[in-house]
């Protein structure tokens, strides 16, 4: 919660004017004590008010806003990798949850893009289906990055199982498709 200097003037000029308050105060007779209470209610009341609305909600004009402040967000810039000559956008996905998440839920995939799921250690995968709509094409690839197995996966089908061939370290997820489109086979090289 970041404020920015004219908020804390404002308010700085209100904790001023209590201040000033309780300094008339002494002068003051006894009939304006109810006038000082008044004002003094009223500027606490001004002085909560700011710190709620510059504070506490982070959506205040001095508070920085994670979205929808009329600022245009790009995208993060994605790495890319290169499959014997074929440069290819990947979203890398390398802890549990984001690998059990992958692709789920998405309707599209950008055509020169996919995922690449980094694994821990050199195994059997396993992939599935589950909330995925895009038909898609996945590559499994050992540690030296060659591609050992490819296979087509078919949306929304839990019932099936995608198994590597191979021990691999990693695995590509893209459009189906893409691997034939660009020419590329079972012993294809990658370069991360």
């Not at 404002?10 to 006894?30: D, E």
């Not at 004002?39 to 205040?60: E, Q, R, T």
């Not at 950008?110 to 038909?135: A, C, D, K």
């Not at 591609?147 to 198994?163: A, F, G, H, N, W």
Request: charged residues 20%; negative net charge.
């Amino acid at each position: 919660m970041l404020l920015r200097i004219n908020d804390v003037g404002i308010i700085l000029f209100y904790i001023v004017s209590i201040v000033k308050v309780v300094n008339v105060r002494t002068i003051l007779t006894k009939r304006c004590e109810i006038m000082y209470s008044d004002l003094l209610k009223l500027n606490i009341a001004v002085l909560l008010g700011l710190f709620v609305i510059f504070a506490c909600n982070g959506n205040g004009p001095g508070c920085r806003s994670s979205a929808s402040d009329g600022e245009n967000h790009k995208p993060p810039t994605l790495p890319s990798i290169t499959i014997d000559g074929v440069k290819l956008k990947v979203e890398i996905v390398q802890d549990v949850e984001s690998r059990q998440h992958g692709l789920m839920n998405r309707e599209e995939l950008p055509e020169n893009q996919g995922m690449l799921f980094v694994f821990e250690s050199t195994r059997i995968l396993s992939f599935w289906m589950r909330n995925t709509f895009i038909p898609l094409d996945i590559a499994f690839i050992d540690d030296a990055g060659k591609i050992v197995d490819i296979q087509r996966m078919e949306p929304l089908d839990e019932s099936k199982s995608y198994t590597s061939a191979a021990p691999a370290l990693y695995a590509l997820e893209v459009n189906a498709g893409w691997f034939a489109k660009n020419t590329i086979k079972v012993g294809g090289m990658v370069s991360f």
